[in-house]
T-cell receptor, first 110, second 115 residues
């Protein structure tokens, strides 16, 4: 069974702090990896793709470790608007659709 | 906004009834995927349609069925509704590629409540 595991939180973090999320995936043949953001009662939206070489987009850094089947997301200088649920997502390839983790709930406190 | 629309936004049904949910894909996209998101869970893949054919399916029973139309819009049909079918149903459109992955763009979802 293909699974993506992540800590559901909630993570309560003061504004301006750095926060890190991790997730693990079970299918070693997985092909593509992503972090999605989902606001309350809204649809998921792609935050960033994740590559083995690591990638950065402003305050966000994502990293993939294929050997350990582990994906991470780092948010620096957190803002109140970063409060959301962050979904770890894996694409198995072909027409299998996306496999989502349950999400990690982040609350940035003023 | 992604350009993916879904209707209706909310729906209340009773056990045993049937429901049809609709999705219009983003312009230029030929692939539609459907997901079920129960409260407190991540979305779960139901199936995917490409060129009017189902070409991938998750672990959902046959009472979950779908259609894709020549304009690439899609329907999700659920028969014999059960209480556990209460969830947010998300449609995602993408442009299919022979290799690699193309981003899926999600619609706002239809929230189904089964009483």
């Amino acid at each position: 069974r293909k699974e993506v595991e992540q800590d559901p939180g909630p993570f309560n973090v003061p504004e301006g702090a750095t926060v890190a999320f991790n997730c693990t995936y079970s299918n070693s043949a997985s092909q593509s990896f992503f972090w999605y953001r989902q606001d309350c009662r809204k649809e998921p939206k792609l935050l960033m793709s994740v590559y083995s070489s690591g990638n950065e987009d402003g305050r966000f850094t994502a990293q993939l470790n294929r050997a350990s089947q582990y994906i991470s997301l780092l948010i620096r200088d957190s803002k109140l608007s970063d409060s959301a649920t962050y979904l770890c997502v894996v694409n198995e390839g072909g027409a299998d659709g996306l496999t989502f983790g349950k999400g990690t709930h982040l609350i940035i406190q003023p | 906004e992604t350009g993916v629309t879904q209707s209706p936004t909310h729906l209340i049904k009773t056990r045993g009834q049937q429901v049809t949910l609709r999705c219009s894909s983003q312009s230029g996209h030929n692939t539609v995927s459907w997901y079920q998101q129960a409260l407190g869970q991540g979305p779960q893949f139901i199936f995917q349609y490409y060129r009017e054919e189902e070409n991938g399916r998750g672990n959902f029973p046959p009472r979950f069925s779908g259609l894709q139309f020549p304009n690439y819009s899609s329907e999700l049909n659920v028969n014999a509704l059960e209480l556990d079918d209460s969830a947010l149903y998300l449609c995602a459109s993408s442009l299919s590629a022979a290799r690699g992955y193309n981003e899926q763009f999600f619609g706002p979802g239809t929230r189904l409540t089964v009483l």
